[in-house]
């Protein structure tokens, strides 16, 4: 009986920190970048395929014209720059987070293997929302699921810097743990692409007649909405800086002054 209550016991131990193990970070971060080579290599595959024109068709529809033939397949090219955007700024996204992650757990790793398995239907996305015809219905279907494979790509990477501040002493560099210089900059980063894509989705729900100008509005906009978070990110930080003192200052004369005054005073 006590052996089993002791085998028991153990069994439990090893499958509650069996996830806080730790897993090599170098081949954590391997595995993701060769995932996000082989995805963006997969887009051009396929634009390649589908989307060159044939050389009669521009001899005889577009009278030799090149360009004119091209401009056929711009919604084409426009999804695949859009996607390829998506997947730059994913990766971006993932080096920053595992540049202030010094050690690396099994449900991280598991985090970052659920995330992976959302960017490699990325390709999957880019051929819905460029095959089906535009303002209809199917098209917005497409959109949507371009939106919610979005979404769980961004909101796993989320979960593992979540799990990362779970036990920060251990696995985040000091600069990014509560309180320091990237803190606030990583969570809006990390927070900005399941906002947007969120966000675009239930857009695409309320106005589907816009849906196609906003999905693209979307995949336009967050790169530059990147470089304003960074610069909101540091004047918020300068004014909380410079509010802070002074607040402060504030404590400190009001502790003087009490303590010059009498106690019956004090109390009145």
């Known amino acids: ?9 153990h069994s439990l131990e090893t499958f509650t920190f069996y996830l806080s193990e730790p897993l090599s970070k170098e081949r954590v971060e391997g595995f993701s970048d060769g995932v996000y080579a082989i995805v963006a290599t997969l887009l051009i595959l396929d634009i390649c395929e589908d989307n060159v024109p044939d050389p ?33 700024l994913l990766w971006f996204v993932h080096h920053s987070l595992f540049l202030y992650v010094t050690k690396a757990t099994r449900l991280m790793g598991l985090l970052n293997i659920l995330s992976l398995a959302f960017i490699g239907g990325l390709p999957l996305a880019y051929q819905l929302t460029s095959e089906f015809a535009e303002k209809s219905y199917n098209e917005i279907e497409a959109i949507q699921v371009s939106c919610v494979t979005t979404f769980f790509a961004s909101i796993f990477q989320f979960a593992i810097w979540t799990t990362a501040l779970l036990n920060e002493r251990e696995t ?21 692409y399941p906002c947007v894509s969120l966000g675009t989705f239930f857009l695409t729900c309320l106005l589907s007649e816009f849906s196609t100008a906003i ?16 610069i909101f990110v540091r004047v918020s930080l300068t004014v909380i800086k410079t509010m802070m003192p002074l607040s402060r200052r504030k404590v400190v004369l009001l502790e003087e002054e009490e303590a010059c005054l009498s106690p019956t005073e004090t109390l009145s």
């Open 56 to 88: 009669r068709e521009v001899g005889e529809k577009f009278h030799g014209s090149l360009l004119e033939a091209l401009s056929v397949y711009g919604p084409n090219y426009l999804a695949y720059f859009g996607s390829f955007v998506t997947i730059g």
């Open 215 to 230: 999905f693209h509005l979307m995949q336009i906009v967050i790169p530059f909405a990147f470089l304003a978070l960074r």
């Open 172 to 192: 985040l560099h000091p600069f990014a743990r509560y309180g320091g210089k990237e803190h606030a900059f990583m969570f809006a980063k990390l927070a900005l």
């Open 1 to 9: 009986g006590q052996r089993d209550e002791e085998e028991e016991h």
